[in-house]
């Protein structure tokens, strides 16, 4: 099962929700854009990882749409075993499979890993750095996908290589500016990880499973190996072209075992 999260993982950036906006609608540069999701959604619920960065002088709002994922395992835990050790996450070592055909951009594949429970200093963390080990994809149309905080020497594919949807990428890990091992992915409008805008985008099918309440998520919790079992729900519902919301349970019955896409 996976967890989306907007920046719950902890990230050295300034975070903000989208309180104003609508459910079901928001305004994306002045333009009124539809935005499908559960009809039950309400404001406190609709966010977004709203992260601003002034780079030349130019705000650039790259990682709006951007979704952390972690994953809970088969006894709904986040962490088994010792949250000091990287390898005890559910979600360390998870396949990294590509969303879609297309051409690789960039690769950084050199980075150790962060160890849990830290930020890193943040006057080590540069632009080239943030994301970790990382890969860049170019789905054509101006869109370009950005998978971030992999492993060292994990990345299976070089710049300039075609791939295909499904894939196999890199193995996910914990490097870059990160607290915990997760994967951040999101779509940008140039191949800057940062230097760019962010691009709604919806998932073809999904399971909504459960839903951990807000003001008892991980971020806030000492006890990281605790089970989230008691938030799944007594039935899933299957939904298509949507996009989960903040601190959502989700599966992904189709996907390949032990894959993260």
Known sequence: ?????????????????????????????????????????????????????ALEDIIYFA??????????????RLVHGDSADVRNYSCYDADVLSVADGTVVSVLDNLEDQPPGQLPDVSTVTLATATGNHVILDLGSGVYAVYAHMQKNSIVVTAGQRVKRGQLLGKLGNSGNTSAPHLHFHLVDSPSVLGSNGIPYVIDDFAFVGRIPADNDEAGSNDLQKSWSSALFPDSSQHHQESPLDLDIVDFPNA??????
């Open 1 to 53: 099962m996976e967890l989306p999260s907007s920046g719950n993982t902890g990230e050295n950036y300034f975070s903000i929700e989208a309180a104003n906006e609508t459910p079901h609608e928001f305004r994306y540069y002045g333009e009124l854009l539809p935005f499908p999701v559960n009809q039950n959604t309400t404001k406190e619920q609709w966010q977004f990882h709203m992260v601003e960065q």
């Open 63 to 76: 990682q709006r749409f951007a979704i952390d994922w972690m994953r809970l395992d088969d006894a709904g």
């Open 256 to 261: 390949p075992a032990g894959a993260t896409h």
